[in-house]
């Protein structure tokens, strides 16, 4: 099938960063022309005049299922949110997994998010619910130490079976994670990263979220947590680290020498008030690929990558009394074609070029917060006043998941009207 996507301003995001005005066209799940006047016959034909046609985000931290416990710890102290999400995670059941990845993925497609970097147990239920839902799920199984576990089995063996499970399927891209150093001990770190590297999969883990975490480890181990994975042989150019706010110097330089990605999550870490900002100059200097993530919806209560990549852009600039840092382009570099680099598919998604799958979000020209609108703002518009709701169309991978802002997927009222009973259900105890 071949769709035209006529007249619009596209942002390819590719290695120039061209914007160039005409056609985009889909053939099947790939992208055959971008840019120019299309004069072959398609099967569907989208008037884009005006508006913006932009790669899909990558939202490369997540926590997907969690998006039915929105309101549930909010305003309260770290270890105390900690002691209620770990009692409400080990009630959970399939059905709300099921209705809470849909919720959320429904969230994230109608926010132009195509692809998501998730780290949850369980993830065969949310494999199912993500394909139902028609976007791209990176699902890590997130590992830890057996003794600390809800889980039946090793989580290492679960990762793994989960993997056997669902590679080769599409859009899935079945992967392992780690909880943290605080519940990995260096068996579990080792195994984790062993089994990614052998698979060559992406591994998503948090990293340095908390003062916290690192002084409870150097009490320890004698080092802070990047320090202490590099001794082990564990640090690694396949891994994405959430959080990493509480970084020195000498880890950044380590973990840019292992070619490691981070997944900044500015809006959680403000909200939980785990202090610490995210050294994003610094990454950039020294090699560290630097993605964006959200965080699950009981952190951050969004999944909005809009507001998360503004977000970032301002903690960056507030922080070090400096405008001039993190400015709108490399902000949506962070938004896309880094996050594809991140889960190891930056020849296939983050930007629109011949050849790459369709990841494609259509967003009104018209909408007064995006205008004016020229070549010469459009980079600073996506960044800095597009929200959400100014997406009109999705494609993932050459499907159309959203159209005129409405899911064509899901049956999104009695995903929405489930929602309620679960968060009741979970919450209300």
């Given amino acids: 099938m071949i769709t035209a996507i006529r007249d619009g301003w596209i942002v390819t995001q590719n290695a120039n960063r061209d914007i160039v005005r005409g056609d985009l066209v889909i053939d099947g799940e790939r992208i055959l022309q971008v840019g120019g006047k299309y004069n072959g016959t398609a099967d569907r034909e989208i008037d884009a005049k005006g508006d913006i046609v932009m790669?899909?985000?990558?939202?490369?931290?997540?926590?997907?299922?969690?998006?039915?416990?929105?309101?549930?710890?909010?305003?309260?102290?770290?270890?105390?949110?900690?002691d209620k999400v770990f009692k409400i995670d080990s009630d959970r059941t399939d059905r709300d997994l099921d209705i809470g990845?849909?919720?959320?993925?429904?969230?994230?497609?109608?926010?132009?998010?195509?692809?998501?970097?998730?780290?949850y147990y369980s993830e065969d239920v949310i494999a199912k619910a993500t394909q139902a839902a028609g976007i791209r799920g990176v699902l890590c199984w997130c590992t830890l130490d057996e003794d600390k576990t809800t889980q039946n089995g090793n989580p290492v063996d679960n990762a793994k079976r989960f993997y056997g499970q669902f590679k080769g399927q599409r859009k899935i891209i079945p992967s392992i994670g780690l909880q943290g150093?605080?519940?990995?001990?260096?068996?579990?770190?080792?195994?984790?990263?062993?089994?990614?590297?052998?698979?060559?999969?992406?591994?998503?883990?948090?990293?340095?979220?908390?003062?916290?975490?690192?002084?409870?480890?150097?009490?320890?181990?004698?080092?802070?947590?990047?320090?202490?994975?590099?001794?082990?042989?564990?640090?690694?150019?396949?891994?994405?680290?959430?959080?990493?706010?509480?970084?020195?110097?000498?880890?950044?330089?380590?973990?840019?020498?292992?070619?490691?990605?981070?997944?900044?999550?500015?809006?959680?870490?403000?909200?939980?008030?785990?202090?610490?900002?995210?050294?994003?100059?610094?990454f950039f200097a020294n090699g560290v690929n630097v993605s964006l993530g959200t965080d699950g919806n009981t952190t951050n209560n969004s999944l909005d990558m809009f507001a998360?990549?503004?977000?970032?852009?301002?903690?960056?600039?507030?922080?070090?009394?400096?405008?001039?840092?993190t400015p709108a382009q490399q902000l949506l570099d962070i938004a896309t074609i880094n996050g594809a680099k991140a889960v190891g598919m930056a020849d296939s998604i983050g930007s629109l070029e011949t050849g790459k799958y369709a990841d494609v979000a259509i967003l009104d020209g018209k909408a007064p917060n995006l205008r004016p609108l020229v070549p010469e703002n459009i980079v600073a518009n996506i960044a800095y006043s597009a929200?959400?709701?100014?997406v009109k169309t999705v494609f993932c991978q050459g499907d159309m998941v959203v159209d005129g802002a409405k899911i064509l997927t899901l049956d999104t009222d009695a995903v929405l009207d489930a929602s309620e009973d679960i968060w009741r259900s979970l919450c209300l105890r």
Avoid at 58 to 69: L, Q, R
């Fill in 55 to 82: 790669p899909g985000m990558i939202n490369t931290h997540t926590h997907v299922a969690m998006s039915v416990m929105k309101g549930v710890v909010d305003d309260v102290t770290f270890p105390d949110f900690l």
């Fill in 308 to 325: 998360e990549m503004k977000t970032c852009g301002l903690l960056q600039k507030s922080s070090r009394w400096d405008p001039t840092v």
């Fill in 101 to 119: 990845t849909k919720l959320g993925c429904m969230e994230m497609m109608r926010g132009g998010t195509t692809t998501f970097m998730d780290l």
């Fill in 387 to 390: 929200s959400s709701f100014n």
């Fill in 181 to 282: 150093v605080y519940v990995c001990n260096e068996e579990t770190c080792v195994r984790a990263v062993e089994f990614a590297k052998e698979k060559d999969l992406p591994l998503n883990f948090h990293l340095s979220e908390t003062r916290g975490e690192v002084n409870n480890l150097k009490k320890e181990k004698g080092l802070r947590p990047a320090e202490w994975l590099n001794s082990i042989g564990a640090l690694d150019g396949h891994m994405v680290a959430a959080h990493s706010a509480w970084l020195t110097m000498n880890e950044v330089r380590l973990m840019g020498q292992a070619g490691m990605s981070v997944a900044l999550c500015p809006v959680s870490n403000m909200k939980l008030a785990t202090g610490g900002v995210a050294p994003v100059p610094e």
